[in-house]
């Protein structure tokens, strides 16, 4: 468990690179959700996701802890590898991410300009997750987990930017992947001793962690039938399932038409474009019609391909 003071620390190192992202209650919101609506803009950070916190933490330590080290690989869907790859430039380590067969080609292109080695391989996260761990060990690199506690403390920074600058607030509605995203929110509300209720959001063909939350243990998915790349993750990790059983409330499930949904109701309501996990929150907001509260949702990405967009969220002929 961090203190405040580690945390706040977490922020200095991440404002270093880049200043707070700004956080908006947003009256269209307010209108179509029948409660005031505030929105964490991490699709405004220098990736166009959270997950860069979590990299400029995770390198911090490592080139304070082992200076000489030849290179850090991990796999991702897109924002976890971007995350590493400019956090990685920033002190000069070498970085080799490995994505699925089919992943974003946008999404690809962002990390090699950040300047990393991308390989392709399987066909989902958790197989190219697998094929990480294996080069790390053939090539001797660093292999840098999707949720890790130096991880986690630099994205919990952005629920204390929220939960600083908005009034406070009824619930707070948080996607899931892996699970630093809400487990950072959960630290960030326990340290600043407030009452808010955290909800996780997962896409219903990808339910790992929902499943998992009611069993009260880890259950696998053969699938992860999702277009919300962010959210297709068939293997909880059990550290972060520990945590979100005891400091959520409850996991809604989404359809991708919800999500689509939801990224046009940003797009019209605020002029952001949101990825599928971005949207996934005010997708679960809309859902659970909670009204006259004050709730929170993190538009915690906005890096969705056009032709996805297109296809997925417009319903353009393919």
């Given amino acids: 468990m961090f203190t405040l003071t580690e945390l706040e620390a977490a922020a200095a190192l991440v404002h270093a690179a880049f200043p707070p992202t700004p956080s908006y209650a947003w009256p269209l919101l307010a209108a179509r959700a029948g409660s005031e609506v505030w929105v964490k803009h991490e699709n405004h950070t220098p990736t166009g996701a959270f997950k860069v916190r979590g990299g400029i933490t995770y390198f911090d330590r490592l080139k304070r802890e082992r200076p000489h080290v030849q290179g850090v690989v991990s796999a991702t869907r897109g924002n976890h590898g971007q995350s590493l790859a400019f956090a990685g430039a920033r002190v000069g380590v070498p970085v080799t991410i490995v994505v699925p067969h089919g992943n974003s080609s946008e999404k690809n292109a962002a990390m090699r300009a950040q300047g990393a080695t991308l390989v392709e391989h399987g066909e989902d996260f958790d197989a190219a997750r697998i094929h990480a761990k294996e080069l790390a060990a053939r090539d001797e690199l660093e292999f840098a987990p999707s949720f890790h506690p130096d991880l986690v403390v630099g994205v919990a920074t952005w629920a204390l930017e929220l939960f600083r600058n908005a009034p406070p607030l009824d619930a ?42 009611t069993a009260g243990h880890v259950v696998e998915t053969q699938r992860a039938d999702t277009k919300a790349d962010g959210m297709a993750t068939r ?12 400091g959520a ?70």
Avoid: M
């Fill in 249 to 318: 409330s409850h996991i809604v499930t989404v359809s991708d038409d919800e999500v689509a949904a939801a990224i046009r109701a940003y797009w019209t309501d605020t002029h952001n474009l949101a990825e599928g996990a971005g949207a996934a929150p005010l997708a679960a907001l809309l859902q659970e019609g909670r009204q006259n509260q004050r709730l929170g949702a993190v538009l915690c990405g906005g890096n969705i391909d056009l032709a996805l967009f297109h296809r997925w969220v417009l319903g353009a002929p393919a």
């Fill in 235 to 246: 293997i909880p990790d059990p550290d972060a399932l520990a945590r979100i059983r005891r």
């Fill in 172 to 213: 707070l509605y948080v996607p899931i992947g892996l699970g630093s995203g809400i487990c950072g929110a959960i630290i960030a509300r326990d340290l600043l001793g407030l009452k808010t209720e955290i909800i996780g959001v997962q896409s219903a063909g990808a339910p790992a962690y929902a499943l998992s939350f």
